[in-house]
């Protein structure tokens, strides 16, 4: 479970019986273990349930050569075509794509070369709704963010797709 995808781990959790994903929570180390207790916390059909944690993500104050080194040190299995910027408190400040931050000049800030306005949705909103904007919009990633628009997690369009699927 620790070697699959956040979002898909929730998924196979979530059909668990009590006793058997506590279970299999206790085998794990702590921190992953909290990591899939939060995921859990949403319900199944919602925006949080559908997000996974694994995203890149940047400090606002990061020249592109800083960020570029922690993307190296990133431990992500995805093929990401967007890192995010965050500032400290880890709120959204905007999205900046691989192909930007490999072109930019490497002593120039990250919020210089992002996109400002991005998009986002709260986690509770229904998966109906993520995928009608995903389809509307053509989002291929979308950031989930709380109140204080502080970064959660992500909905990638495979995860939408599966959710048409099932509702049709």
Same mark, same amino acid.
């Given at each position: 479970?620790?070697?699959?995808?956040?979002? /898909?781990?929730?998924?196979? =959790? +979530?059909?668990?019986?009590?006793?058997?994903?506590?279970? $299999?929570?206790?085998?794990?180390?702590? %921190?992953?273990?909290?990591?899939?207790?939060?995921?859990?916390?949403?319900?199944?059909?919602?925006?949080?349930?559908?997000?996974?944690?694994?995203?890149?993500?940047?400090?606002?104050?990061?020249?592109?050569?800083?960020?570029?080194?922690?993307?190296?040190?990133?431990?992500?299995?995805?093929?990401?075509?967007?890192?995010?910027?965050? /500032?400290?408190?880890?709120? =959204? +400040?905007?999205?900046?794509?691989?192909?930007?931050?490999? $072109?930019?000049?490497?002593?120039?800030? %990250?919020?210089?070369?992002?996109?400002?306005?991005?998009?986002?949705?709260?986690?509770?909103?229904?998966?109906?709704?993520?995928?009608?904007?995903?389809?509307?919009?053509?989002?291929?990633?979308?950031?989930?963010?709380?109140?204080?628009?502080?970064?959660?997690?992500?909905?990638?369009?495979?995860?939408?797709?599966?959710?048409?699927?099932?509702?049709?």
């Amino acid at each position: 479970i620790e070697e699959m995808e956040p979002d /898909d781990a929730t998924d196979l =959790l +979530q059909n668990l019986s009590d006793a058997s994903r506590d279970r $299999l929570l206790g085998t794990l180390g702590k %921190v992953e273990a909290v990591k899939f207790r939060r995921l859990l916390e949403y319900p199944e059909k919602s925006a949080g349930g559908m997000m996974t944690t694994d995203y890149l993500a940047v400090r606002d104050t990061m020249t592109v050569r800083e960020a570029t080194e922690a993307i190296r040190r990133a431990d992500s299995g995805e093929d990401w075509l967007y890192v995010f910027v965050v /500032d400290w408190r880890g709120r =959204l +400040q905007g999205r900046a794509t691989m192909r930007a931050m490999l $072109l930019a000049d490497p002593s120039q800030r %990250v919020t210089d070369i992002c996109e400002r306005q991005v998009d986002a949705v709260k986690p509770g909103v229904d998966r109906v709704d993520v995928a009608r904007e995903f389809e509307k919009y053509d989002y291929l990633v979308l950031p989930v963010v709380d109140e204080e628009d502080r970064m959660l997690g992500v909905i990638t369009v495979d995860d939408v797709v599966d959710t048409i699927r099932q509702e049709g």
